[in-house]
């Protein structure tokens, strides 16, 4: 989604402006601005395409100053061109602003500004509210007063940042419901604001996330948070671990192949400090999850958005297995149209790599407000999620740069795996011994995905042999169905080859009149206990024609007889065995998109986190 970066201090604006914005490519976008207050007067440089355009307009046209902001959009209300792109100035060119979200109501709004006068300048919704501001200004109001005026006027989901040429000691920021984070940089003599962590930390580690219904009005030197009414909202600052270099390739072509590659640290990460080997425990203190709540709870509905979402279907088998407590899996965008039976009694446990899926978090909202237990494993600390539920585990994987998910995938499986051992314990449904196998399988984890890693060139000859297809199946059994699922949408969203996701036992109802010599089908069968019926189900595939690429337990000796191509991963518990099998399915992906020259960490139309419903 949209990308917010602010300045105010000694320092040129511009150059931070840009290179914060550089580091929010990520999120997607199609057109990119900024505005500097030079010589007290706003400077606005904006287009459509990426930021290295926006970078060629800056060169030719100059701008520099102590204050500043700027944006990365991506199209909802206007198409993707200069005239559409923030930041947007009103009537008065004295106020200039960036938005992320959508004005829900601007139609309306347009129209009574319009019978006011106002001329407007774009056909965005954005533009309306920095109108609204200039209304106010007019009646003398201060900026933060006005703004806090305009947004009573606006609804939706809203990240806002804006200032004044005859205001010009600060920026002002808000946020209002899910559209993405706003955070508080503080510097020595200077202050950043911005949507996103990974803009500001080359510069503070000292940060405030503001919280939906906060304003922040921020000078060189401070920081004064209020809600929306003006009353002051004490605050301490966090500080972030995290690395700013851990957030560029290094020797990787694109950030998905980094993240895959990473898999072997984020596995050992998130189980980092969870895992008492020793004894045989498991400790998730950041859930907040005790004996009493463990039995009180009668289900849970776990519920996410896209690849988040196959994770949850993984977590339904493994709470199912291991907890026996009951589980519903639910897509996160159609949660709350089925009226579902929540009570005190449930968890809504969301998973979300960004934590700010609107989807998500309008689900987690539902179950709030039906008296649920909110849970979310997340991975931006500080995001909505996060700070909306009432107990969470982080991913711990570091940031997940490329738009298509890798680590952010495998890592939240294992947390899945965890909280099911932990439930257990705590339900008495598993006795020590019990508890201790489950938990001794963990050491392995990292390893496991190093050996599949390791394999990396043999898959690449796979992806060679298969890039041209224009469609393919991808078919699962039991925990594998979801595996199915994720491959496919990894292969469909960084190849735009229409891949499907199917569990392998529906194919005989209808999907196996697709199978012919032009539909290869990507199957998993690994050893576990749904073994015998891939093998049959690669058998009628093979009787019609069919290529088939098969997923298979290293050391099996049936499948290269039958197979086309065998993507090889270890021998593992099967409970243990989608955080890992999945690996060959990104590798493939991964090569596939890259031979076919694709941008694979900015697929089309995509982006990391989409914060609109
Ligand atoms: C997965 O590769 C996609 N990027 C997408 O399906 C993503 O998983 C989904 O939008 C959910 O995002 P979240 O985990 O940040 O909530």
Not at 351 to 367: F, K, V
Not at 594 to 604: E, N
Request: glycine residues 8%.
């Amino acid at each position: 989604m949209c990308g917010i970066v602010g300045y105010i201090g000694p320092q040129d604006a511009t150059p931070i402006i840009l290179n914060g914005l550089k580091r929010l490519e990520y999120r997607g976008y199609d057109s990119a601005g900024i505005a500097v207050l030079e010589n007290n007067h706003i400077e606005v440089r904006r287009d459509a395409g990426k930021l290295h355009r926006l970078q060629t307009i800056v060169e030719e046209q100059p701008l520099h100053g102590p204050l500043g902001i700027g944006h990365t959009r991506w199209a909802t209300h206007g198409e993707p061109n200069a005239r559409n792109a923030h930041p947007h100035m009103g009537s008065t060119g004295d106020v200039v602003l960036v938005h992320n979200g959508i004005v829900e109501n601007y139609l309306v709004l347009r129209d009574e500004l319009e019978a006011e006068g106002v001329v407007f300048n774009s056909d965005t919704d954005t533009e309306v509210i920095v109108h609204l501001v200039e209304r106010y200004m007019s009646q003398d109001e201060s900026i933060e007063d006005a703004a806090r005026k305009a947004l009573r006027h606006i609804e939706g989901h809203h990240g806002i940042v804006l200032f004044s040429a005859s205001h010009n000691d600060r920026i002002v920021a808000a946020r209002i419901g899910n559209a993405g984070g706003v955070v508080i940089g503080f510097g020595e003599d200077e202050m950043f604001v911005a949507s996103d962590l990974p803009a500001i930390l080359e510069h503070t580690r000292d940060v405030v996330f503001l919280e939906s219904g906060q304003m922040a009005v921020v000078t060189r030197s401070e920081l004064k948070l209020t809600d929306l009414e003006g009353s002051l909202i004490d605050y301490q600052t966090e500080t972030v671990s995290w690395d700013p270099v851990a957030a560029e390739k290094g020797e990787y072509r694109h950030f998905m192949q980094k993240e895959i590659y990473e898999q072997v640290r984020s596995l050992t990460d998130t189980i980092a400090g969870r895992v008492d080997f020793e004894n045989g425990e498991i400790h998730l203190d950041t859930l907040n999850l005790d004996k009493s709540l463990a039995n009180r709870i009668e289900k849970i509905y776990a519920i996410a958005c896209g690849t988040a979402g196959y994770a949850a279907m993984v977590g339904k088998v493994l709470i199912e297995r291991i907890a026996r407590m009951p589980v519903e899996f639910d897509i996160a965008s159609e949660f709350r149209y089925r009226d579902p039976l929540v009570n005190e009694n449930s968890v809504v446990l969301a998973i979300s790599q960004s934590g700010e899926t609107a989807d998500t978090l309008a689900a987690m909202a539902e179950g709030k407000a039906r008296g649920a237990t909110l849970w979310a494993i997340i991975n931006m600390i500080g995001s909505q999620a996060m700070r909306i539920a009432d107990g969470y585990i982080s991913m711990q994987t570091g940031p997940e740069i490329g738009v298509a998910s890798t680590k952010a995938y495998t890592a939240p499986l294992i947390d899945l795996y965890m909280l099911a051992v932990l439930l257990a314990d705590l339900r008495g449904t598993i006795n020590p011994d019990e508890r201790m196998a489950l938990v001794s399988e963990l050491r392995h984890v990292p390893g496991w995905a190093a050996a599949c890693l390791e394999r990396d060139a043999e898959v690449e000859k796979v992806a060679h042999a298969i890039k041209d297809m224009t469609h393919c199946l991808y078919l699962g059994r039991g925990i594998h169905t979801a595996t199915a699922y994720e491959g496919a949408l990894k292969l469909k969203e960084i190849s735009y080859i229409h891949a499907e996701g199917y569990p392998a036992g529906e194919m005989k109802h209808g999907p196996i009149a697709l199978v012919d010599k032009d539909m290869p089908v990507i199957a998993i069968a690994t050893r576990d206990p749904w073994y015998e019926k891939m093998i049959s189900q690669i058998e009628q595939t093979k009787a019609r024609g069919g290529k088939v690429i098969a997923v298979a337990t290293e050391g099996d000796k049936l499948i290269p007889a039958l197979a086309d191509h065998v993507l090889w991963v270890p021998e593992m518990p099967w409970m243990l065995s989608p955080a890992i099998t999945v690996i060959p399915l990104q590798i493939l992906a991964y090569h596939i998109a890259t031979l076919r020259g694709l941008d694979v960490d900015q697929p089309r139309n995509l982006a990391k986190s989409v914060t609109v419903e």
